[in-house]
């Protein structure tokens, strides 16, 4: 608000806004449109969505892309390396994604010879069974003891007890998203 008590529309700039300051700012311009909104839960939701695509993306520069696969490749290789197989519709819905979105993975998993898919029917073309591959086993397991090291070290800044309520606090917040998905699917 300006002085007059009208809406501000002063523009702006994007390359004036810092990282850490785009949530307030990202807020008072949203607000400029839709005055009403809840301040609170658009920061959380902000800030949740910020710190997983900054997680995503500095664990594949770091650790996924030297392996030589994406963050969603290593999505599913640590879901066929700890249930030793599974089948390919399991791990989309594990993985969190379309089951051809996992095909595709699986497809550029299975060229770079991370992973070994098998026709488990031969009337029904849907249901394949992947494993790792050797390679596969060795890249996963490195990639993801490295991936647990980043890890501890982003979280070392919190005390075990603060790590344990940010757990309990996302689990919390995981299932509310469940719950209104359902709400909205039927």
Do not use: C
Not at 86 to 93: F, K, L, M, N
């Amino acid at each position: 608000m300006t002085d007059d008590g009208s809406a501000d529309t002063t523009p702006v700039a994007a390359s004036e806004v810092q990282g850490p300051e785009f949530s307030d700012v990202a807020l008072e311009l949203t607000r400029r449109e839709l005055p009403d909104i809840d301040g609170m839960a658009f920061h959380l939701g902000m800030l949740l969505l910020r710190t997983a695509n900054t997680h995503s993306q500095h664990s594949e520069r770091l650790v996924h892309r030297p392996h030589g696969f994406s963050h969603t490749g290593f999505r599913i290789l640590y879901i066929v390396w700890i249930f030793r197989q599974a089948e390919a519709r399991d791990i989309a819905r594990l993985a969190g994604m379309s089951r051809q979105a996992a095909s595709s993975v699986l497809a550029t998993l299975e060229a770079d010879g991370l992973v070994i898919r098998e026709r488990l029917s031969s009337t029904d073309r849907r249901l394949v069974t992947v494993r790792l591959s050797e390679a596969g086993h060795t890249a996963i397991k490195d990639a993801f003891a490295r991936q647990n090291q980043l890890e501890r070290d982003w979280f070392a800044d919190l005390t075990e007890a603060e790590q344990a309520t940010l757990k309990d606090l996302l689990t919390k917040v995981a299932g509310g998203i469940a719950k209104s998905a359902k709400k909205t699917q039927g």
